[in-house]
């Protein structure tokens, strides 16, 4: 049988690359989304992460459909960009629940699959900035650097039972969310990334794919950048 991969957010972007690249390597792929549409070959639940019962009620019907999770992507995740100063509770609180507390709720429902069949792949995104900082960021930086705490205490917690759990950090991928950067920003990013260029969003689905492989049963609690040299260092 081949594994069962639950993508969240597969509808467009970074997660949608990565769940057509699994579609494309043989796995059984699903997805929770909010809205859109799924790539061909992926399956879908309706739920928004910010929800617990939603999160398990989607999990409970993928899995009825196609057995239990074996690889999850967390991917989903939002931005609300704004200075320290001026950024209110809310802006603050709806990236951390999205992004942080969202990726809690998906890999909490997804580990209790994965400790009963001794294995799993846990793949949280993060960023480069949750490393590195970006002014502007401070409520998605911290969501996202909190998710590498996250993997290193479900290696610990569960390493023992054949389940990993990693960090793909990217830079700056071209999809909707860096689309509103506008082109000046976009010009002075790249002059700072030792590639000159954004990434793709295949660049990022390459290393979840790795992640989930059998070569990397022994890679664990990692930080893996696919950011173009921009956060060496980190
Ligand atoms: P997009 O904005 O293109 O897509 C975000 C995805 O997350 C959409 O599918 C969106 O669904 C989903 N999503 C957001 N909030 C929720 C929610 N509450 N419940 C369910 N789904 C939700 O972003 P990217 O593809 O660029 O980003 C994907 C991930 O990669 C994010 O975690 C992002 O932080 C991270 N990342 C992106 C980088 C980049 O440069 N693009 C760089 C580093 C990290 P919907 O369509 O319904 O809104």
Request: aromatic share 6%.
């Amino acid at each position: 049988m081949t594994r069962h991969v639950l993508v969240t957010g597969a509808n467009r972007g970074i997660g949608r690359a990565i769940a057509e690249s699994f579609v494309a390597a043989g796995f059984t792929v699903s997805s929770i989304h909010r809205s859109g549409e799924l790539p061909e070959g992926v399956d879908g639940a309706i739920a928004d992460i910010t929800d617990t019962d939603a999160v398990n009620a989607a999990f409970d019907a993928l899995e009825e459909r196609h057995g239990r999770v074996e690889v999850l992507v967390a991917n989903a995740g939002i931005t609300r960009d704004g200075l320290l100063m001026r950024m209110s509770d809310e802006d603050f609180e709806t990236v951390l629940d999205t992004n942080l507390t969202g990726t809690f709720r998906c890999v909490r429902r997804a580990t209790q699959s994965m400790v009963r069949q001794r294995f799993g792949r846990i793949v949280l995104v993060g960023s480069v900035v949750g490393l590195m900082g970006n002014p502007g960021q401070v409520n998605y930086s911290a969501s996202k650097s909190a998710l590498v705490g996250m993997a290193r205490s479900i290696t610990r917690e569960v390493g023992a039972r054949g389940i990993t759990a990693n960090v793909i950090a990217p830079g700056f991928i071209t999809t909707d969310m860096t689309d509103d950067l506008g082109a000046d920003l976009v010009k002075q990013y790249e002059a700072n990334i030792p590639a000159k260029r954004f990434g793709s969003t295949d660049d990022v689905a390459a290393a979840a794919l790795y992640l989930a492989s059998d070569g990397a049963g022994y890679v664990s609690g990692a930080v893996i950048p696919v950011d173009g040299g921009l956060g060496m260092g980190h």
